[in-house]
């Protein structure tokens, strides 16, 4: 487990808009319906191996980084694939890898990392089906900014 998680693919918490919209050419400035976010940055791609869109969303009231997830939608449900349930056991393995063991929710919905001096990544599954719905990786400082 790495003392602190301080964010994720080179976005940074506390960085302003124009910092963080400097870290990669292949991302997109897109208004947002987060409660308290102001906008957000987005981008396609591959994440531990399954397609996803990163969302970095800014603080309404700081302008800042405040969280950054990664979703991996699976609404089309990909029929007798599992894909809702892929997805969740494809990007379980490398964070465990990573992060060390975690703390589980009693309904086994959400899994979660701390790290010792600051930030928090959480795995949150939101499959309706095996084949639908969708899984969510969050990544948070302790405080906010």
Do not use: H
Request: contains cysteine; negative net charge; aromatic residues 8%.
């Amino acid at each position: 487990m790495p003392d602190e998680i301080d964010g994720y693919g080179g976005y940074k918490f506390g960085m302003t808009l124009k910092e963080a919209d400097a870290v990669r050419d292949d991302d997109a400035v897109v208004s947002c319906d987060y409660v308290g976010v102001k906008t957000c940055i987005e981008r396609e791609g591959n994440f531990f191996g399954e397609k996803g869109v990163v969302t970095v969303q800014f603080d309404l009231k700081t302008n800042r980084v405040r969280q950054i997830l990664i979703t991996f939608r699976r609404l089309d449900g990909e029929k007798g694939q599992k894909a809702c349930r892929k997805v969740l056991e494809t990007i379980a393995t490398p964070l465990i890898d990573t992060y060390g063991k975690p703390r589980i929710s009693e309904d086994n919905s959400e899994i979660a990392w701390y790290a010792r001096r600051g930030g928090r990544v959480q795995l949150t599954k939101l499959c309706i089906t095996e084949d639908t719905g969708a899984v969510i990786v969050s990544y948070a400082p302790s405080e906010p900014f």
